[in-house]
């Protein structure tokens, strides 16, 4: 019985850390959507920060400053896409697509010319644990939620920060409005096109910040492709949670429970081929999206340009 306790254990423990970075994506994605910006370039921009926070803990010797370095590059993508799309008015559809293209082709060449090809990855700082004293002892909750990483803690601390934000401030009433309802906003005096970049940018940093968890907190090193999918995962994570932080929190966790299982049954050295194993979480995915086809309803505004009447 107790070798089953800390089986389960270890597994929810993994979760967490699994689903922290899907989580971290799926915030700042809550805050593009309910602005109105559907951004399917999260992939890419998360792939840029997991670089950026690698190479920047690197040169600084800082996991810290990596993080920060992760959040200002993921924060100019973010720029760059709300300029497409708010400023230009390209299809934000596309313009996503294109920035998941970019991200590949730009870290995989960035990579290989810092990092160098066919050498052992560098020596990263990496993010470490938090023990919270007594409540760390508490028998199974204790090493669960007491004994984690350290942006373990800021990802679940943001979920009731933003619940607050758009359900008890003025802030977030505007951010609601301006995806609902753009046309009337604008009339009630809420500028649609600040809103809309400011939330990009910073939903964009915090997808940068869940990249360089990657890298910085679940590996130690950067690897190509290595967010593989998971921005796709986040996207899935917000539609399933209803564009609710909470919401959000629940399917990270769900989606990272499968991502955890299949990393312990590759560590148990099971004859099931890993290509089959992996397919663990996107195939939750998949289910969970499927049994949703018509019950949920987005921003009534998501991905619609707005042009200003004069």
Do not use: C
Request: proline share 5%; hydrophobic share 55%; no cysteine.
């Amino acid at each position: 019985m107790e070798n089953i306790l800390n089986l389960i254990q270890n597994l929810l423990i993994a979760d967490f850390r699994t689903a922290t970075p899907i989580l971290l994506a799926g915030i700042g994605l809550i805050y593009m959507y309910r602005a109105g910006i559907v951004n399917i370039g999260v992939e890419g921009t998360m792939l840029i920060g997991a670089f950026a926070g690698s190479y920047g803990a690197y040169i600084f010797n800082n996991v810290w400053m990596g993080i920060l370095v992760a959040a200002i590059v993921g924060g100019i993508v973010g720029a760059i896409f709300a300029f497409l799309i708010i400023t230009i008015k390209a299809d934000q559809i596309v313009t996503g697509v294109a920035i998941n293209i970019f991200a590949i082709g730009l870290t995989t060449t960035l990579n290989r010319i810092l990092f160098g090809v066919n050498t052992s990855p560098p020596d990263i700082p990496s993010i470490g644990k938090i023990t919270i004293p007594f409540l760390s002892d508490i028998p199974f909750v204790g090493r669960l939620l007491f004994n984690q990483l350290s942006m373990v803690y800021i990802a679940l601390l943001l979920v009731p920060i933003t619940y607050y934000v758009f359900y008890k401030t003025t802030i977030g009433l505007k951010i609601r409005a301006v995806g609902d309802h753009p046309k009337a906003a604008d009339t009630a005096g809420v500028n649609v096109f600040k809103v809309r970049y400011w939330t990009t940018i910073f939903g964009s940093m915090l997808a940068g910040i869940g990249g360089a968890f990657l890298s910085t907190g679940i590996l130690s090193f950067f690897t190509e492709d290595m967010v593989a999918g998971r921005g796709f995962i986040a996207l899935a994570a917000v539609i399933f949670g209803n564009w609710n932080p909470w919401g959000v929190l629940g399917a990270s966790l769900l989606f990272g429970f499968g991502d955890a299982i299949q990393i312990r049954i590759q560590a148990m050295g099971s004859n099931i081929p890993y290509q089959f194993l992996i397919m663990i979480p996107y195939l939750l995915t998949i289910t969970a999206l499927a049994g949703l086809v018509g019950k949920v309803n987005p921003p009534e505004a998501s991905a619609e340009p707005y042009i200003k009447e004069e």
